[in-house]
T-cell receptor
Framework: DQQVKQNSPSLSVQEGRISILNCDYT??????FLWYKKYPAEGPTFLIS?????DKNEDGRFTVFLNKSAKHLSLHIVPSQPGDSAVYFC??????????FGAGTRLTVKP | DSGVTQTPKHLITATGQRVTLRCSPR?????VYWYQQSLDQGLQFLIQ???????AKGNILERFSAQQFPDLHSELNLSSLELGDSALYFC?????????????FGPGTRLLVL
């Protein structure tokens, strides 16, 4: 039961350009969405979140956009840096229920 | 360093065996979560404990069980292991387990069942 889907397993961008990572969900009751970043041999680390009452949240180079009607969210990284190379997981939760994660997208930022 | 520790880092065992994975949450965090990440899969939520009590259950098999002790560390017990149980097992913690709280993840335990 994949309620959160990241359909692109990998993405490669040039340093300085924008990285756009996409995530789709099926459960319209999700009310909180998060992005986690994961480096090899480490656990995921929280990056940015957005509540369903908003459509945009920005934190430095990272912006998350939420389109509730399309059940779609995206993470924009601009400008992309080589240190951003990692696996990015999208996650969603409803009320106090368990968080559902996507399969992840491996981002490679080339110098 | 998230402040969440997990032991062991790696574990190799045989089918049919039983293993115990251990997690120590961040100082002050009362809630512990367990996740499984199989190859090319997202993180699958297994179970959550809050202050020693089970709070939420996800896709946890009956062969798996967990508990949280009075000192708030948690253990995940996996028994009658099968090849398909080979995965990365992550523990995460948060202050009180609320939906809007950030979960802080440990480095994971890599389990290989041969």
């Amino acid at each position: 039961d994949q309620q959160v889907k990241q359909n692109s397993p990998s993405l490669s961008v040039q340093e300085g350009r924008i990285s756009i990572l996409n995530c789709d969900y099926t459960n319209s009751m999700f009310d909180y969405f998060l992005w986690y970043k994961k480096y090899p041999a480490e656990g995921p680390t929280f990056l940015i979140s957005i509540s369903s009452i908003k459509d945009k949240n920005e934190d430095g180079r990272f912006t998350v956009f939420l389109n509730k009607s399309a059940k779609h969210l995206s993470l924009h990284i601009v400008p992309s840096q080589p240190g951003d190379s990692a696996v990015y997981f999208c996650a969603a939760s409803q009320n106090n229920n368990d968080m559902r994660f996507g399969a992840g997208t491996r981002l490679t930022v080339k110098p | 360093d998230s402040g969440v520790t997990q032991t062991p880092k790696h574990l190799i065992t045989a089918t049919g065996q039983r293993v115990t994975l251990r997690c120590s949450p961040r100082s002050g965090d009362l809630s512990v979560y367990w996740y499984q990440q199989s190859l090319d899969q997202g993180l699958q939520f297994l179970i959550q404990y809050y202050n020693g009590e089970e709070r939420a259950k996800g896709n946890i098999l009956e062969r798996f069980s967990a508990q949280q002790f009075p000192d708030l560390h948690s253990e995940l017990n996996l028994s009658s292991l099968e090849l398909g149980d080979s995965a990365l097992y992550f523990c995460a913690s948060s202050p009180s387990g609320g939906a809007l709280e950030t979960q802080y993840f440990g480095p994971g335990t890599r389990l290989l069942v041969l």
